[in-house]
């Protein structure tokens, strides 16, 4: 085979086609690119100097605001001191004070703590904790998840599994078999309903359905976010992830809450399990574990799913064959040591308590715009969707994501639903001014 040198020109510093970007119209980005080049607290700035407002904290998951350097120099101290620690077998301190402080945050029966480095590796970990769980019951059996449609769940196979996105899974057919979907929580009778919709409990007995017809011994566990995020906002209605628990509870069944998004204070409680008082036996979480600085990623288990696992394994062995070779690495745990210490001195749960009417109200003050087909929203998480372009859902909200951007404010869409989530750091005018970036985009539709 002939060697051919690539011509030098293709990897200039400022070629962009090296890089196959995540989640984007790679032809259509490189064609016109936005670059961030600078960030700090609410705002970043792009690679014309222009300043822009982040409406959602990054992914989600700057929920202490950009530039912090209390983490920063917490991560540049544990790499001085030690870099890394094969996690197998040994460990370091910094994993062990992230847990404990992990699982003080959490609500009670969550007392165990096992990192991954996302999202994604957090619905695996929790889908292979739910057949250890069961396995160590001798109820192998149990060989069914349940998910719903509209879930996402991160884009490892197990996420792409319980995925209800049909973009996310149209591509890639060969998924873990035996998922079964619920319906997803969206009603037009809820309409503009602002926090938790008055109509839709009904539809959790869809889980109930399925013990009926596949029979609720052969379901290990059910996923759901309990705010559904990157579907655009779904608030769960009154009384629905009640009657999950209580259909959980009849059958035997795990009830698992996805907290990537809704975990570390988006509701305005540390977790959506404190906000909407259900107790799900597994969390999973990332995103604003490390304000979004380290990837990181967590999933909490109670004292029944950890002491079942680790006492029905033999003496001195592996109790749980799983984990990353980046599980708890010590600079992610500083990073999220750091991050836990702000939202405690700074109250910034509590903040995004009190803020949350004024951040909705302000959201809601785009209701007279008539591109705008349904508002929902609840603690500092709302979405905004508008009517599709007929026949082409989608096209209108990823016009709109680069207008907004060069109209001075960056904000996740979701086909067409903007996701708004800002830091919890935001004052009352950084919402005006996120909320005014949005009026100005959409008022001429
Ligand atoms: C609810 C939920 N689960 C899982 C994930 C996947 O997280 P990651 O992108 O860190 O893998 C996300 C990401 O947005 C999410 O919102």
Not at 33 to 59: A, C, F, H
Not at 144 to 161: D, K, L, P, Q, T
Not at 341 to 350: K, R, T
Request: charge should be negative; hydrophobic fraction near 40%; proline fraction near 5%.
């Amino acid at each position: 085979m002939n060697i051919v040198a690539k011509p030098l020109e293709r990897f200039a510093t400022n070629s962009l086609e090296s890089h196959w970007m995540p989640f984007t119209a790679n032809k259509d980005f490189k064609a016109a690119p936005r670059l961030v080049t600078k960030s700090e607290g609410m705002y970043l700035w792009n690679q014309n100097g222009d300043k822009l407002i982040d409406g959602s904290s990054g992914l989600f998951n700057v929920a202490a605001g950009h530039g912090r350097r209390e983490i920063a120099e917490a991560v540049y101290a544990q790499m001085l001191q030690n870099d890394y620690t094969a996690p197998f077998q040994l460990a370091q301190p910094t994993s062990f004070a992230l847990s404990a402080k992990l699982a003080k945050l959490l609500p009670e029966p969550f007392n165990h703590v096992f990192f991954t480095n996302s999202g994604s590796e957090s619905i695996d970990t929790a889908l292979k904790m739910a057949m250890a769980y069961h396995r160590a019951r001798g109820e192998s059996q149990r060989i069914r998840f349940v998910s719903r449609e509209r879930a996402y769940h991160g884009v490892n196979i197990g996420g792409v599994s319980l995925a209800g996105m049909v973009r996310n899974r149209e591509t890639f057919p060969v998924v873990m078999p035996n998922i079964v979907m619920m319906r997803h929580t969206w009603d037009d009778k809820n309409l503009f309903q602002k926090g938790q919709p008055e109509h839709g409990a009904e539809l959790a007995n869809d889980l109930q359905r399925h013990c009926e017809t596949y029979g609720g011994s052969t379901i290990a566990a059910v996923f759901v976010e309990p705010v559904a995020g990157s579907t655009g906002t779904l608030v769960p209605p009154k009384g629905y992830l009640e009657r999950l628990r209580q259909i959980c509870d009849q059958h035997g069944i795990l009830l698992i809450f996805d907290e990537v998004i809704t975990g570390f204070g988006r509701m305005g409680t540390p977790f959506a399990a404190d906000k909407f008082s259900v107790m799900p036996d597994i969390i999973t979480m990332a995103k604003a574990l490390t304000n979004g600085a380290i990837p990181m990623g967590a999933v909490a288990a109670t004292d029944k799913i950890y002491e079942t696992i680790t006492g029905a394994a033999p003496e001195n062995a592996i109790e749980f064959f799983h984990g990353y070779t980046y599980s708890g690495h010590p600079a992610a745990c500083a990073a999220g040591l750091a991050t836990l210490q702000i939202y405690e001195d700074e109250g910034l749960f509590e903040r995004a308590a009190a803020m949350s009417d004024y951040f909705l109200d302000a959201i809601w003050s785009l209701k007279d715009l008539p591109i705008v087909r349904d508002l929902r929203g609840i603690g500092m998480m709302a979405g905004i969707e508008v009517f599709p372009i007929e026949g082409k859902p989608g096209i209108r909200g990823n016009e709109l994501q680069k207008q907004l951007f060069w109209n001075g404010c960056h904000v996740k869409w979701t086909g067409d639903t903007a996701i708004v989530a800002p830091s919890f750091v935001a004052e009352k005018s950084h919402i005006d001014e996120i909320v005014d970036a949005f009026r100005r985009t959409l008022k001429d539709l």
